[in-house]
């Protein structure tokens, strides 16, 4: 209890002399040196607020257009037209005060008034500016004059060093489509799925539905868009992410996965200790608002931020109708799991950082501590892998008060979480390829106990040194994350580095004070439910299937020369694949970003159209190839515009999903938005882009990319497809299905995206052989053992 002891800053005992009082110094100075570091990020965040509030304009405008005031007054003119002379007339009198500082107060009160009124005019202006879309329809390489005007314009009012969430009050409100436009664009998305009887049928709900409660819904979502910074995003992450009772493990959780070919470092604590101080630097970073806002690659459009605020320090709190997600503003510990124990390591000594030589060395006594787990301690994570409701009954009847209420704090108030596992994962061995489908799956769901899935993130470190992450879906999407993980593994590698031992650099402070182990009483009750827990989780990670590959014959270059967008060639080459598996077309989802607008989250691609099944049929049925060539380009140009539409705002289904959400609000019965929102995706996708290319140089060292991450699949019946172009030349891909359906393999579905990318690219390019893989077109890199 040695550490309990150095957490006392002072004790005293009654004595018959009288009280004697000891002070401890060294928790004094703790104490001290945590007061400041608190006072200075009061200071940094007020600042900011300052900064980012008068954005675009900045603070020291204000002084230039005092002076500039005050300096046209002395010239005998007034720019005010009279209202610096009315400022004084009702200014309070001083008998101290003279008629000369009397007219200089009301001049600074007129040139304060005059500078907010342009701050607002600019603001206006930059925002009335990024609502203007245009530009994204135009065609490639081809600007319009008035898209040049416009990009001179952003640039102007845009201001020099915007920080983090300088652009968001800038940024303009989702616009709510018309219920015409998105009836019309849903019945066009679902005729390749149906046939004439079925597809009438759907025509007479759609048309009663516009002509009737639609346009009463419609009313009160205007009305929400008027009040509310965005319309959606609410609703979305309350309807679809926290009021779904079953559990998050596997159906909504995400993953992340490390460098493909190379480990910087075989030693486990090392690896933890770079990048858990990596993890830090960024959120100072983030803290600071020194990150650059995100922005579309190649273009000065910004991106919404406001996903960022939550990245750290938050966790998903069970209830038994609705989880809520709950952020602190602060955090200098996270909480470690290794064998079935909970520790918390301070990350912050005497007001600093921890070095990451004095992460490892922590790491590294956490790993060498000895201690059994607590009764019922081991598998107490299962709680967060089950269903909601238990885990809600059970928060509330075992872990309110006491020691365990203490420990589940911890839990949740620490920065990020960190698993510590026994296995060592990554593409290795006589067998790569199922190497790294169980390294997906480790990720995805370990073994169901050992992560706490309820947290905004946690990071798994294996035995051989090898990472990933995992993350809850609610608080924000994969690209949020994924800017961390690329600057956290860039980091690690390419500035902090290992010495020739494969440890970290630096000097340890051998006076750290150990990390503390968490202390529970786990009633048989609580276990019982821990068991139960466990057993549903199980069954849902055993049933999951997947396959990870690397398709390495071509990637985005080749795809390029032949004047197609890669994201569309990679969805027409999915939906060739799931034609030649099932012999039909499926509702498809290809998840898009609204980040161009506050508090944008995603809006969905409906991949599978009229012009995408026509081209397949045609390719299939062994049509002449120029006219599956042109079919594909008419495919192609239909799935872009679509994708553009999506991001600017005029998508289908969040509007159709926050129509269906009003109606349940009004109690009304809507047998069109029933029928829309139960129906199945059955074909799920998602691109990961990189977006930090800059931290990364894939030409010159191609091993070192991370493969990407994925999913679990969204229907019983279906698959969950996320892929990551690399480079030039490399396409990752991540497939899931259930093994409990007979019409899905992960596998044999990888085989057919191989095929048709294959044979895509030989119908685009028909002059050129058809590629094959060779050891040529590998990295030159070692094979981990």
């Keep these: 209890m040695a550490e309990a002891h150095q957490a006392v800053a002072f004790q005293f005992t009654v004595t018959p002399d009288g009280i004697d009082l000891q002070l401890s110094h060294q928790a004094l100075t703790e104490i001290y040196l945590s007061g400041m570091r608190s006072w200075k990020k009061r200071i940094v965040r007020v600042k900011n607020s300052v900064i980012t509030g008068v954005y675009p304009a900045s603070p020291s405008s204000w002084l230039f257009v005092v002076i500039a005031i005050l300096a046209t007054m002395y010239t005998r003119s007034d720019p005010s037209m009279g209202l610096i002379a009315k400022i004084q007339e009702h200014l309070p009198v001083s008998q101290s005060m003279s008629t000369q500082c009397q007219a200089v107060v009301s001049a600074v009160l007129f040139s304060t008034m005059l500078w907010l009124m342009l701050i607002f005019t600019m603001r206006l202006c930059l925002k009335q500016l990024l609502s203007y879309h245009r530009w994204m329809f135009e065609q490639h390489g081809k600007m319009s004059t008035t898209t040049k005007i416009w990009v001179a314009l952003v640039r102007i009012f845009s201001g020099r060093k915007p920080l983090l969430y300088s652009y968001q009050g800038s940024l303009p409100n989702l616009p709510v489509p018309t219920i015409k436009d998105t009836v019309k664009r849903y019945l066009e998305s679902v005729r390749p799925l149906m046939d004439d009887k079925e597809y009438e049928r759907m025509t007479k709900l759609a048309a009663e539905f516009e002509s009737s409660l639609g346009n009463r819904l419609q009313w009160y979502l205007k009305l929400k868009a008027l009040w509310a910074s965005n319309y959606v995003s609410d609703w979305w992450e309350e309807y679809v992410y926290l009021r779904g009772r079953g559990p998050i493990m596997v159906n909504s959780n995400y993953y992340g996965m490390d460098f493909l070919y190379v480990t910087p470092t075989p030693i486990q604590a090392a690896r933890a200790g770079n990048s858990i101080h990596s993890f830090f630097l960024y959120r100072r970073k983030l803290n600071k608002e020194e990150l650059k806002p995100s922005r579309i690659p190649g273009t000065v459009i910004p991106l919404c931020a406001a996903q960022c605020e939550r990245i750290f320090n938050t966790t998903r709190i069970p209830g038994e109708e609705t989880d809520t997600v709950q952020h602190w503003q602060d955090s200098d510990y996270i909480v470690v799991y290794h064998k079935g124990r909970y520790f918390r390591l301070r990350v912050y000594q005497a007001g600093r950082l921890l070095s990451p030589r004095e992460i490892e060395f922590q790491i590294q006594r956490i790993l060498d501590d000895p201690s059994p787990p607590s009764k019922g301690e081991a598998k ?184 197609v967008s890669p994201d569309g060639f990679i969805q027409m080459a999915l939906q060739l694949a799931y034609f030649r598996e099932r012999g039909t077309f499926c509702l498809t989802y290809e998840a898009s970003m609204t980040r161009l607008f506050r508090e944008g989250r995603t809006e969905t691609v409906r991949s599978c159209t009229n012009e995408s099944s026509a081209f397949i049929r045609a390719l299939e049925g062994g049509e002449a190839t120029d006219v599956c060539k042109c079919l594909f380009r008419v495919a192609s140009e239909k799935h872009q515009l679509l994708y553009r539409l999506a991001m600017t705002g005029a998508g289908i289904d969040r509007h159709l999903f926050c129509l269906y959400v009003v109606s349940k609000y009004l109690g009304v019965e809507s047998p069109f938005l029933k029928e829309v929102l139960s129906e199945p995706w059955r074909l799920s996708t998602s691109q990961t882009p990189i977006q930090q290319v800059e931290l990364f140089d894939i030409e010159n060292h191609p091993e070192y990319v991370s493969c990407g991450g994925g999913f679990g699949p969204v229907a019983d019946d279906g698959y969950g497809v996320s892929y990551c172009v690399l480079g030039e030349n490399m396409i990752n891909f991540h497939i899931s299905c259930k093994h409990s359906c007979p019409d899905t393999d992960a596998h044999k579905f990888g085989t057919q995206i191989r095929q048709a990318l294959r044979d895509l690219l030989k119908l685009l390019s028909p002059n050129q052989t058809e590629p094959s893989k060779t050891e040529e077109s590998q990295p030159k890199v070692k094979k981990e053992q």
């Design 380 to 563: 107490l994570g299962a709680l967060t892998a089950g269903d909601r409701i238990p885990w809600a009954k059970a928060r509330t009847k075992y872990f309110s008060s006491g020691v365990n209420k203490r420990s589940l704090d911890c839990i949740e108030k620490a920065a990020f979480f960190v698993t510590l596992d026994d296995e060592e994962q990554g593409m290795m061995g006589d067998d790569p390829a199922a190497s790294l489908d169980r390294y997906a799956k480790s990720l995805l769901h370990g073994k169901c106990y050992d992560r706490w899935f309820d947290k905004s993130f946690t990071v798994v470190y294996y035995k051989n040194g090898k990472n990933g992450i995992n993350a809850e879906h609610s608080w924000a999407d994969a690209p949020v994350l994924a800017h961390v993980w690329e600057y956290t593994l860039a980091n690690d590698s390419f500035q902090l580095g290992y010495n020739a031992e494969g440890h970290c650099k630096g000097d340890v402070d051998p006076s750290l004070p150990r990390p503390v182990k968490l202390s529970w009483e786990i009633p048989p009750e609580c276990e019982e439910q821990i068991a139960q827990s466990l057993a549903v989780a199980q069954a849902l990670a055993d049933d999951v299937d997947f396959h990870v590959f690397s398709f390495q014959e071509f990637g985005k270059g080749k795809v390029k020369k032949c004047r």
